[in-house]
């Protein structure tokens, strides 16, 4: 079983930067690929951004250039640095993992909120 927490959302205006971090505790054979998902109201969950052990990298076309994923294996972390954010990437942000090597995997976060005011 893993367990995953993440922090860092709050409210940013237009043009301004948040980091998310996610911190996971449990058994490292489970956890593999990670990824930071999103949920606007009234749509449905979207990839932001995910990472391999390696740190192999794949992000979404509307956060590219805009966002960057990483991870600390050692200390099962994983973060999201947001510049430049947008009125439009307000959500709850979900950190997620599992055993697998390729796409998403069975362990949620809570969520953490991000709101861009315009």
């Known amino acids: 079983q893993v367990q995953l927490v993440e922090s860092g959302g709050g409210l940013v205006q237009a043009g301004g930067s948040l980091r998310l971090s996610c911190a996971a505790s449990?058994?490292?054979?489970?956890?593999?690929?990670m990824g930071w998902y999103r949920q606007a109201p009234g749509k449905q969950r979207e990839l932001v951004a995910d990472?391999?052990?390696?740190?192999?990298?794949n992000y979404a076309d509307s956060v590219k250039g805009r966002f960057t994923i990483s991870r600390d294996n050692a200390k099962k972390m994983m973060y999201l640095q947001m510049n430049s954010l947008k009125p439009d990437d307000t959500a709850v942000y979900y950190c997620?993992?599992?055993?697998?090597?390729?796409?998403?995997?069975?362990?949620w976060g809570q969520g953490t909120q991000v709101t861009v005011s315009s």
């Open positions: 997620n993992t599992g055993p697998s090597g390729l796409g998403r995997g069975p362990y």
């Open positions: 449990g058994s490292s054979l489970s956890i593999n690929v």
């Open positions: 990472i391999t052990r390696s740190g192999t990298t």
